[in-house]
């Protein structure tokens, strides 16, 4: 299997646009988590799908955050609008029982 | 509530030195604890873990046993390599829930 794929790796725009992270996760698996991880904040769980259903969003910021999963094999997460603040590291993970398995990130750089 | 307690960094080591970095937990039931390791520029990949009490994790030349008297899974290995150099993070998951809570990561520098 590839593995988590994100996309894009690295992201750089401007305070007001819309940024849309996206995650493919391994194939088979029933759970899949958002983190955002910075030097200030360490690593943050940010929500949570178990088959594709979000099961928890607390750690989700701000209403400017959403996340989806269409379906098994997607998901995205939305900054709209982003700020510099949202600057960070954002993983997916996803795992079938005890074991997460996390993607290689996308950096994001708010100007 | 479940929570993860580890050593803070940078821990800077010379090769072919011990390796020890603490790891404490505060979870009610039978947690499972994991250590997981981010190599620079990726994500967090699982490096060993342990389901139960008095269970053994090893993995690369790394241990970590759960121990559930002191409430602690510290991470030792006997001899550290360059290559070792990485950020390290201490994890549990509860016997009941889905997610995985995550220490505040300990980055370890290894010198040749």
């Known amino acids: 299997d590839a593995g988590v794929i994100q996309s894009p790796r690295h992201e750089v725009t401007e305070m007001g646009q819309e940024v849309t992270l996206r995650c493919k996760p391994i194939?088979?698996?029933?759970?899949l988590f958002w983190y955002r991880q910075t030097m200030m904040r360490g690593l943050e769980l940010l929500i949570y799908?178990?088959?594709?259903?979000?099961?928890?969003d607390s750690g989700m910021p701000e209403d400017r955050f959403s996340a989806k999963m269409p379906n098994a094999s997607f998901s995205t997460l939305k900054i709209q609008p982003s700020e510099p603040r949202d600057s960070a590291v954002y993983f997916c993970a996803s795992s079938l029982s005890d074991t997460q398995y996390f993607g290689p990130g996308t950096r994001l750089t708010v100007l | 509530g479940n929570s993860v307690t580890q050593m803070e960094g940078p821990v800077t080591l010379s090769e072919e030195a011990f390796l020890t970095i603490n790891c404490t937990y505060t979870?009610?039931?039978?947690?499972?604890l994991f250590w997981y390791v981010q190599y620079p520029g990726e994500g967090l990949q699982l490096l060993l873990k342990a389901t139960k009490a008095d269970d053994k994790g090893s993995n690369k030349g790394f241990e970590a046993t759960y121990r559930k008297e002191t409430t602690s899974f510290h991470l030792e290995k006997g001899s550290v390599q360059v290559s070792d150099s990485a950020v390290y993070f201490c994890a549990l998951r509860g016997s009941s829930a889905s997610k995985i809570i995550f220490g505040s990561g300990t980055r370890l520098s290894i010198r040749p």
């Open positions: 979870a009610t039931g039978y947690p499972s």
């Open positions: 194939s088979g698996h029933d759970y």
């Open positions: 799908f178990n088959n594709n259903v979000p099961i928890d």
